[in-house]
């Protein structure tokens, strides 16, 4: 099973960036996205199910990030816009193969398999 993070860069104030996690080996219930910043413990960002597309996102990421999925090519995708310097941060991806609620799907122990990270840098 590999999770696959990129996309991540160094970006000013107010732009996009566009993360992927490619998946392979397995299919999964649900794709989460999450970030750690120096210092700081991992936070949720945002998370989909793979069957049927419903999204999930950190009070922090509603209105700029979207959470997407392409079954066709196993990518999840998070796009991130209006980014600020307080977005920066590592990003992970995670996948989890176990029914979870909503709840649930915004803690990392509920998923088992993590991507290696991508780091995110906003500028001021």
């Known amino acids: 099973v590999q999770l696959q993070a990129s996309g991540g860069g160094l970006v000013q104030a107010g732009g996009s960036l566009r993360l992927s996690c490619a998946v392979s080996?397995?299919?999964?219930?649900?794709m989460g996205w999450f970030r750690q910043a120096p210092g700081k413990e991992r936070e949720f960002v945002a998370a989909?199910?793979?069957?049927?597309?419903?999204?999930f996102y950190a009070d922090s990421s509603k209105g700029r990030f979207t959470i997407s999925r392409d079954n066709a090519q196993n990518t999840v995708y998070l796009q991130m816009n209006s980014l600020k310097p307080e977005d920066t941060a590592v990003y992970y991806c995670a996948g989890t193969q176990l029914p979870r609620t909503t709840y649930g799907l915004g803690y990392g122990h509920s998923y088992g398999f993590w991507g290696q990270g991508t780091q995110v840098t906003v500028s001021s």
């Open positions: 989909i199910k793979w069957s049927g597309g419903s999204t």
């Open positions: 080996g397995r299919t999964f219930y649900a």
